[in-house]
């Protein structure tokens, strides 16, 4: 079938009123930014619908398939373009495109009219119909069903003809960019790509912030998290990655403060500074990959340990989420293959062999007064010598 432009449904976005302009903005923006390098496409906004039009010849699968990327979208329908607007013309494309699409196999179909200019001759219904008729009586093995057809086989009149029938779904979600920007503390798990993710697809602009333990933890598992937000800015747009290096905070807690209680300490100062970055960065919230009982610094408590710290809100898409479900998501944006390889992350070298699993707060806190002497020092150094990446999608 030759395609030669697309029309784009999106569902939400169409009920924000008179904001309803600045979400349609911001999705075409975004649409032009993903395809822009697989061809010249003109991008317009019309009735509520926005059309993408190629304008030289480009790899179909290729634009879907990064349309398909594009939250804000609920539908990609590939539609054919007839420039004449009349009867004769309709007819011909509409027998045209069924033949190419669907050729003589059985099926059943109906005919969608939709009447955007009221200047055409006919009325909807008569267009319907007399498509209808005259596909019938090229395809002897259709059948007409009103009520549930297989195939609906859509006409748009405007100041061109728009035909199509199929809708490719599309990520859904709200446009990025319409919904400000949060900090996601990215590791190289399974599932904080998947949590970046998720509160993106909300319209979320997104930064990064990774602890990093040379030389406990190599160069290579430094690159998988750099991968990792490579692949979720496919969505998300380019990341600002902020790497920093944690190893004098980490040995310090290993030196002072109980061992059973080095996870929830060490998770402690993670947010202090994710948030610390946060507010530096015009970030209005955090984002993990926590989720409840997952592991022990994930129970009831260790999660209100860890978020005692926090003054923003902290955002854990994944929170009430079984591993398999998490793992499913992070298959179907492409970051489970990555996210399993083998390399260490800082959490993994310095864990007790028995950790808590119901930490005390009160007693938490006295544990970290043993830090008071140097961590100071050790958390401005580390602020001080963040190395920051900026990340964006190229495929
Ligand atoms: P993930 O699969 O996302 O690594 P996890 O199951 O390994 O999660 P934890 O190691 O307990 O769980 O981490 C919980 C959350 O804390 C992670 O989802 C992530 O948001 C954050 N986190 C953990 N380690 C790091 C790190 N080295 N750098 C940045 N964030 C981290
Ligand atoms: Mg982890």
Do not use: W
Not at 16 to 32: P, Q, T
Request: with cysteine.
């Amino acid at each position: 079938m030759d395609y030669k432009a697309f029309m784009i449904k999106y569902a939400e976005i169409g009920t924000k009123g008179k904001n309803r302009y600045v979400f349609e903005d911001v999705l075409c923006s975004r649409i032009k930014e993903h395809i822009d390098g697989l061809g010249d496409f003109a991008i317009r906004r019309e009735y509520g619908r926005i059309y993408i039009e190629a304008l030289a010849d480009f790899d179909y699968e290729d634009v879907v398939n990064e349309l398909k990327k594009v939250f804000g979208i609920v539908g990609i329908c590939p539609i054919v373009v007839e420039e004449k607007v009349e009867f004769d013309a309709i007819r011909d494309k509409s027998i045209e495109y069924m033949k190419e699409r669907y050729g003589n196999k059985e099926l059943t179909f109906k005919v969608y009219t939709r009447r955007a200019d009221k200047s055409f001759p006919m009325e909807s219904m008569e267009v319907n119909s007399e498509v209808g008729h005259y596909i019938l009586e090229q395809f002897p093995e259709y059948k007409v069903d009103v009520h549930n057809p297989d195939v609906m086989l859509t006409i748009e009149i405007r100041e061109r003809i728009y035909i199509y029938s199929e809708i490719i779904k599309g990520a859904g979600g709200l446009p990025v960019g319409t919904n400000g920007k949060a900090m996601l503390l990215l590791s190289g798990g399974i599932d904080s790509p998947v949590a970046g993710y998720m509160i993106s697809k909300r319209g979320v602009e997104l930064e990064a912030v990774y602890f990093n333990a040379p030389p406990y933890t190599s160069e290579r598992a430094k690159q998988k998290v750099i991968d990792l937000a490579k692949i979720v800015s496919g969505y998300s747009g380019p990341i600002k990655l902020h790497i920093v290096n944690f190893t004098d905070i980490q040995l310090a807690i290993y030196e002072k403060c109980p061992h059973d209680e080095l996870t929830i300490i060490m998770r402690r100062y993670m947010m202090r500074i994710a948030e610390h970055l946060a507010n530096n960065n015009g970030c209005h919230a955090l984002i993990t990959g926590e989720s409840i009982g997952q592991v022990a610094s994930q129970t009831m408590q260790s999660l209100y340990c860890t978020n005692e710290v926090c003054n923003i809100p902290v955002f854990r898409p994944c929170i009430g989420m079984d591993k398999q479900d998490i793992i499913d998501i992070s298959e179907m944006i492409d970051t489970y293959e990555t996210s399993i390889l083998p390399y260490e992350d800082c959490c993994t070298i310095f864990v007790a062999k028995h950790p808590v699993t119901k930490p005390n707060l009160d007693i938490i806190k006295r544990s970290e007064t043993k830090l008071d002497d140097v961590i100071e020092d050790l958390y401005n150094r580390a602020i001080e010598t963040i190395e920051v990446v900026y990340v964006k999608n190229e495929d």
